[in-house]
């Protein structure tokens, strides 16, 4: 079973294809990257996610060469990467403008680097057709890059960058400027490339849901930091902290203070509430603080008391968010605070059993929250 | 955040100490107190002495100064007009040869301007004096000027007019309201540019002056043919200054104003 | 209506002020000198109507445009016009595009103060740009007086009065209408492009040759014109700096007119001075309509 899974960061024994030892670097005074050490596989989809000036850029552009460490070291293929300039490394890079080179065609700028390796003319024409014919370009090759689309640009700017076959292929926000629409169809584009060409992509965005659409494995960065790096189902499903819970989807952040149970912990959030239920691992203190962190679709909303819920509250509905297939309803507790559940419109409108105000009660299962100490 | 390479640093420094060695040059050696200019005798403000005390000179100055002031004047206006023209009329019944006329001046080589408005004005028979030598520097210049505003008209947001007009304005009122107070500063470096211009013309004046009148240009170029002379160096000291004030001014003016904008704006975005 | 006077007023002005007085220079060129004020017999008499028009017909000839062909100082002088313009272009890139280079990759805040510096000498007069240049390249001025002080030569060098103080002069003038054009482009160059060259596999120099420099086309071209049209019919320059055999139309032109009081020539002279210019101030033009469209 394992065996078909691709997990190699679970593999003692796998060898990482890039590696950060210790990593820091510093502008001035203001740190970008703050002592990082982490691997990543060959083979691997890998997404660095997080606001703007979190450093995921500059990860990326220490890995291209634009930028170097101010400590630690960075091995790619076991080999340390910072005596080689960037026009030398086995790595390349789609840049977040795409960076079509403006005076040349289409075929030109694919051809480009290959035509700085020296390859000769009949190996770079084969290699450019190829490329052309796996992003679907062939029709526009001798096209001028003003001359073509915003999604078309974004393909030229992928085909010139796997032409030379790169080790590691690095994307800066490479669906940033395309409308949302084509952004989802582009995503399991750049998906079944990466698997057909085998080439190990890292992809630095700040949208989650296209991280979580194509990576193996997310990232999540804030101030220099990797927070969680794990697959993306993991990343939603057990966060490792509240930054992460709150910055991956939607969710309602409860905080209390714990008491042991059974194989979890109640947390005691509210005066005159009763307290709720998490199962957990973490090994917490009689009454510290912690924070109960819980999916709005793991909520069922329902008229009457559930009579088997351990978790069950009482609430008076304040919004609904119709989004057509679902909608959210922000639910207001006694002592003021807004939980958010979802359900499913499996009925027409007219139908909806609850509207503004209803008193309704919210409950979920003992697995359903996560239990967070920070 | 770039660095300087040492290319980029040498080519720098070789490239202004070319242009402003020889200016500072001729700055110092017009305090020199030998009438041989090229052997340096000590420091003397003599020179100056000697320059206001010329009477030709100083003639010769008040005709440039007016001269220009009334051409750049003239030249701004028409170049404001043509500047609008081109950017907004769109098409219209010879706009080529229009923008034609406009651009040409701009190489055209200074003989064959000056030497094609004195036929003109001999064949209709204008008296050669300071309106002629107005008429010509305005006809040159308001093509700087147009060059200049339109610059400035294409990256004006269109639809400010259309705001203002739609507020009640009419056309030209959206004109004097709107559109003028944000093109101001390209039509005031217009109207320097026309006038240093003006200041500067040697070969237009010639042709176009007469015997009448003689512009300070004019004027050093007789004085220069024969050599160097100190009280020329003293002459182009004294302009060096002023433009030399005028301009660091001109600039510190707009940084500050600049500086100014960008307080208020992260003011206006902590507010 | 007042569109329309916006319009006329500009046109007009231009029509009569710039392109007219055109034609009345090709008009005199046909024209005979005469001793008399103005200094030549028109050929083509407007009042005299149609039957002008015919006499003017009959009459018609070259002989002034035979003269320039038959007189070797003519020819000789458009084409060293050419060259010396040529020449001085390509040392007026040579030198101005560095510069441009370094001031469009310098610091952000240093910029201001650059483009200031480039511009300052233009504010300040022509004629003394180049007269500054007199004292310095004479057989007793500054540069001979410091290359003998140094040791570098012990007699001085005869530069000013020859072609090559000629080339200084123009360089040194031009310079700012070369450095700002260029500037302008490198400074809007996206930094992207080069990493993405230096990416795919370029050397820092090959990704200036094969990126910035294509890149900067049109600013090298539009500086180029700047520079090499206006020089073509340069007279300043040469007559201060350039000695007896530097031969060039302008000052040819300025003599037949002022000295020679041969309007006629002088006219002639000029005319094929602007058939000469018609082609590149074309080119110029359309490449700047090119950088307009590609801006907007």
């Known amino acids: 079973m394992s065996d078909l899974k691709f997990e190699p960061w679970n593999d003692p024994k796998a060898v990482p294809l890039i590696s950060f030892r210790n990593v820091t670097k510093r502008f001035g005074d203001f740190i970008a990257i703050d002592n990082q050490t982490f691997d990543i596989f060959e083979h691997e989809f890998f997404a660095l996610l997080g606001p703007s000036g979190c ?11 634009f930028e170097t460490p101010t400590e630690g070291k960075i091995s790619l293929a076991g080999q340390d990467i910072a005596p080689i300039p960037p026009n030398k490394r086995a790595v390349n890079m789609m840049f977040q403008s795409y960076a079509l080179f403006p005076h040349l065609t289409v075929w030109n700028n694919i051809a480009f680097g290959l035509k700085r390796e020296g390859m000769a003319p009949d190996a770079i024409d084969a290699r450019v057709a190829e490329m052309l014919k796996l992003t679907r370009m062939e029709k526009f090759a001798s096209r001028k890059p003003h001359q073509i689309s915003g999604g078309q640009k974004q393909r030229v700017a992928l085909a010139r960058s796997l ?24 995503q399991f584009e750049l998906v079944d490339i990466q698997e057909k060409t085998g080439t190990t992509f890292i992809i630095v965005t700040h949208d989650q849901e296209e991280a979580m659409t194509v990576a193996t494995r997310v990232a999540v960065m804030d101030h220099g930091q990797i927070i969680q790096a794990d697959t993306p189902d993991r990343i939603y499903e057990m966060p490792n902290s509240v930054y992460v819970a709150d910055f991956i989807g939607d969710v309602t952040i409860i905080k209390g203070r714990v008491s042991p149970s059974d194989d979890g912990y109640e947390i005691h959030h509210a005066e005159g509430l009763p307290p709720l239920f998490a199962k957990s691992n973490l090994s917490l203190k009689n009454g510290t603080g912690a924070y109960l ?17 351990r978790n069950a509250i009482k609430g008076a509905i304040q919004d609904i968010a119709y989004l057509g297939n679902l909608s959210t309803y922000h639910v207001e507790l006694p002592n003021g605070t807004i939980v958010k559940a979802q359900a499913t419109n499996n009925r027409r409108l007219a139908n909806r059993p609850f509207t503004w105000e209803d008193e309704v009660w919210l409950s979920w299962t003992d697995t359903a929250a996560v239990l967070l100490d920070h | 955040m770039k660095h300087l390479t040492w290319f980029s640093a040498t080519s720098l420094a070789l490239g202004f100490a070319f242009l402003y060695l020889p200016m500072i040059i001729l700055v110092i050696y017009s305090f020199n107190a030998s009438k041989l200019v090229t052997v340096w005798a000590g420091f003397s403000t003599r020179w100056y002495g000697e320059l206001i005390q010329n009477e030709a000179f100083l003639d010769a100055a008040w005709v440039t100064i007016r001269v220009a002031v009334a051409s750049s004047t003239l030249a701004t206006i028409l170049g404001t007009m043509a500047a609008y023209t081109l950017v907004r009329a769109g098409r219209f019944t010879g706009r080529t040869l229009f923008s034609g006329m406009i651009y040409a001046p701009l190489v055209m080589p200074e003989v064959i301007t000056g030497l094609s408005l004195l036929l003109l004005f001999i064949g209709i028979g204008l008296d050669r004096g300071i309106f002629t030598i107005i008429l010509a520097h305005t006809t040159f210049s308001m093509c700087f000027v147009s060059v200049v505003v339109s610059a400035r008209l294409v990256a004006f947001d269109r639809s400010l007019e259309e705001a203002a007009m739609d507020l009640g304005c009419a056309p030209m009122e959206a004109f004097r309201f709107v559109t003028l107070p944000i093109i101001a500063p390209a039509v005031i470096s217009g109207w320097l540019l026309a006038f240093t ?19 300070l240009p004019i004027k050093i170029w007789s004085s220069i043919r024969l050599g160097v002379s100190p009280e020329i160096n003293a002459l182009s000291t004294i302009l060096i200054g002023i433009v030399t004030v005028g301009v660091i001014s001109a600039s510190l003016i707009s940084k500050r104003g600049a500086i100014r904008r960008q307080n208020e704006e992260q003011a206006a975005l902590r507010a | 209506m007042r569109r329309a006077l916006l319009i006329i007023v500009p046109y007009c002005w231009l029509l009569a002020l710039f392109l007219i007085p055109f034609a009345i220079v090709f008009k005199i060129s046909l024209s005979d000198i005469a001793i008399a004020i103005p200094p030549y017999t028109p050929t083509l008499d407007f009042d005299a109507g149609w039957q002008g028009l015919k006499n003017f017909a009959k009459a018609l000839d070259f002989e002034n445009f035979l003269f320039l062909t038959t007189d070797a100082l003519y020819w000789k002088a458009y084409l060293s016009s050419l060259r010396i313009a040529l020449i001085s272009t390509l040392l007026t890139l040579l030198i101005g595009y560095p510069i441009a280079y370094g001031m469009a990759n310098a610091p952000d805040h240093w910029r201001p103060t650059l483009i200031m510096l480039v511009i300052l000498p233009f504010w300040t007069s022509f004629l003394i740009r180049v007269y500054s240049w007199m004292g310095i390249l004479s057989t007793e001025g500054y540069l001979n007086q410091f290359l003998i002080g140094i040791g570098i030569i012990s007699d001085p060098l005869a530069i000013l009065n020859t072609n090559t103080a000629v080339y200084i002069g123009i360089v040194y003038t031009y310079l700012p209408f070369m450095i700002l054009p260029i500037y302008s482009i490198l400074e809007r160059l996206d930094g992207s492009l080069l990493e993405a060259a230096e990416d795919l596999g370029c050397s820092r120099i090959s990704a200036f040759w094969l990126i910035t420099v294509p890149l900067s086309r049109n600013g090298i071209i539009a500086g180029c014109f700047l520079v090499f049209i206006p020089v073509i019919g340069e007279f300043v320059i040469p007559s201060l700096l350039g000695g007896s055999n530097t031969l060039m139309i302008g000052k040819v032109l300025w003599e037949e007119f002022f000295n020679n009081r041969d309007w006629p020539v002088a006219s002639a002279v000029a005319v094929i001075l602007l058939l000469i210019l018609i082609v590149p101030i074309i080119l110029f033009q359309r490449n700047e309509q090119r950088q307009r469209e590609a801006e907007s």
């Open chain 1, 293 to 309: 962190a819980i999916r709005p679709e793991k909520i069922s909303i329902a008229a009457e008391q559930p009579s088997s819920a």
């Open chain 2, 197 to 215: 211009l003006s200041l500067d013309d040697l070969v237009i004046a010639s042709f176009t002056a007469g015997p009448s009148a003689t512009t």
């Open chain 1, 163 to 186: 032409a030379k076959a790169p080790k590691l292929l690095l994307l800066d926000e490479p669906l940033g400027a395309l409308d949302a629409k084509l952004r989802q169809e582009t």
């Open chain 1, 55 to 65: 450093g995921k850029t500059t990860m990326m552009r220490m890995l291209a060469g």
